[in-house]
């Protein structure tokens, strides 16, 4: 074999080897495409049952407002369940949100620009979120102080403020564990960020080859 031989062979097999590259690089990112719109799917379906869940919750509250089956004497032992309310409005706003967020065609930008975007705008609704463990914590704190008239009517001062009590240290230690297990935190952007990692290592390890 003489050296023009030589270089062509040579020329033919890198052309092989970059078309191998190109082949494995679009594979790989082929996978994480489809690990990502398998996260979409599951955020919306996720979305659809919380807020299947929040409009249950509103008209039950709207049954409490109107036909009051707790017998509540007077206005503000509806407070908490307003704070209710207001939680799950904001609840639904941020399913709405959630919902918006992903709902971007992914074949009409890159990978790297929907995982961007997807990430930065569940970061910006994490606030929204915040809040709405906040106000859960305060109208269930405050759901066992709109029941202490009723039980004065019955018990005498002390009985009626150790049985109002024990549930409110209850429920703060419920919420304090939830807090703590993060429950009220939003995870949605955690996938997409580890898809955004794997990215971009790819990228970085095909930059040095």
Same mark, same amino acid.
Request: aromatic share 12%.
């Given at each position: 074999?003489?050296?023009?031989?030589?270089k062509?062979a040579?020329k033919v097999?890198?052309?092989?080897l970059?078309?191998?590259?190109?082949l494995?690089e679009r594979?790989?990112?082929?996978?994480i495409?489809?690990?990502?719109?398998? +996260?979409?799917?599951?955020?919306?379906?996720?979305?659809? #049952?919380?807020?299947?869940?929040?409009?249950?919750?509103? $008209?039950?509250?709207g049954?409490?407002f109107? #036909?009051?089956?707790?017998d509540?004497?007077?206005?503000?032992?509806?407070v908490?369940?307003?704070?209710?309310?207001?939680?799950?409005?904001?609840?639904?706003?941020?399913?709405? +949100?959630?919902?918006?967020? $992903?709902?971007?065609?992914?074949?009409?930008?890159t990978?790297?620009?929907?995982?961007?975007?997807?990430?930065?705008?569940?970061e910006k609704?994490?606030?929204?979120?915040g809040?709405?463990g906040?106000l859960?914590?305060?109208?269930?704190?405050?759901?066992?102080?709109?029941?202490?008239p009723?039980?004065?009517?019955?018990?005498?001062?002390?009985?009626?403020?150790?049985?109002?009590?024990?549930?409110?240290?209850?429920?703060?230690? $419920?919420y304090?564990?939830?807090f703590?297990?993060?429950a009220?935190k939003?995870r949605?952007?955690? #996938?997409?960020?580890?898809?955004? +990692?794997?990215?971009?290592?790819?990228?970085?390890?095909?930059?040095?080859?």
């Amino acid at each position: 074999m003489n050296l023009d031989e030589l270089k062509s062979a040579w020329k033919v097999y890198d052309q092989k080897l970059q078309t191998s590259q190109l082949l494995t690089e679009r594979m790989i990112v082929g996978m994480i495409k489809e690990r990502s719109r398998s +996260r979409v799917a599951k955020i919306k379906r996720e979305n659809t #049952g919380f807020f299947i869940l929040m409009v249950v919750e509103l $008209v039950v509250l709207g049954a409490v407002f109107l #036909g009051n089956p707790f017998d509540f004497i007077y206005p503000i032992q509806f407070v908490p369940y307003g704070f209710l309310a207001v939680g799950i409005i904001m609840a639904i706003i941020a399913i709405y +949100r959630s919902n918006a967020i $992903v709902n971007v065609d992914m074949n009409s930008t890159t990978l790297g620009a929907f995982l961007n975007h997807v990430i930065k705008e569940y970061e910006k609704n994490k606030k929204l979120e915040g809040w709405f463990g906040i106000l859960m914590l305060a109208s269930g704190c405050l759901t066992t102080l709109s029941f202490l008239p009723k039980k004065l009517a019955r018990q005498d001062l002390s009985s009626a403020l150790i049985d109002t009590l024990i549930p409110l240290a209850v429920c703060l230690f $419920v919420y304090y564990i939830a807090f703590k297990l993060g429950a009220f935190k939003n995870r949605k952007s955690e #996938g997409f960020k580890e898809d955004l +990692r794997e990215l971009e290592e790819l990228s970085k390890e095909l930059e040095g080859v």
